[in-house]
């Protein structure tokens, strides 16, 4: 599947249990390298989604999906997204002006989107997930779903491929 790419988060690879679990049911999946610089990010995504896409991803991975997704949505058939960063302030991680932008990021209208959440996540606190589906202009097409689980949301595998299955269908 040339159009479905995974984007793995700060502390990850394309060798990270997902990435690695994706490429086992999905090996046409694009899972790109990424640095930790969110702009460097950014261009990385922008060079490789060039047609209309599926994207997934995880933390720093699922923001920059979204930061994609409100730049270009005309690429963006469906997300999924994994504990997205769209809350995760670690003094000295973001510059003030990254901070800020990240606290305006949206689901951008028309885009069907699944984001899994972790109850027990410490990294990504849940209202900023939640707060980020109110600035939305769509809700009706996200849907959060909320897992007894931690940050890695590693807990019940066979649910993200599911979702993935059900996405590209």
């Known amino acids: 599947m040339k159009n479905l790419f995974f984007f793995h988060g700060m ?3 394309p060798m990270g249990t997902k990435a690695q679990l994706i490429r086992k049911h999905f090996p046409d999946c694009t899972i790109p390298q990424l640095p930790v610089d969110l702009t460097k990010r950014e261009w990385i995504v922008e060079d490789l989604v060039t ?6 991803g995880s933390s720093l991975g699922g923001l920059s999906a979204l930061l ?3 730049k270009k949505p005309e690429l963006v058939k469906e997300m999924i997204l994994l504990a997205p960063a769209v809350g995760f302030f670690t003094d000295g991680f973001f510059t003030p002006e990254e901070r800020s932008r990240i606290q305006t990021v949206i689901v951008p209208e028309g885009i069907p989107t699944t984001i899994l959440a972790g109850k027990r996540d410490d990294v990504i606190p849940m209202f900023t997930i939640e707060d980020m589906i109110e600035r939305s202009p769509n809700k009706k097409l996200i849907k ?5 689980d931690d940050h890695s949301l590693n807990g019940d595998p066979e649910l993200l491929l599911k979702l993935i299955r059900k996405m590209i269908a």
């Open 51 to 56: 047609e209309p896409s599926w994207l997934v």
């Open 144 to 148: 959060l779903v909320k897992l007894d």
């Open 68 to 70: 994609f997704a409100m």
């Open 11 to 13: 502390e990850s690879s």
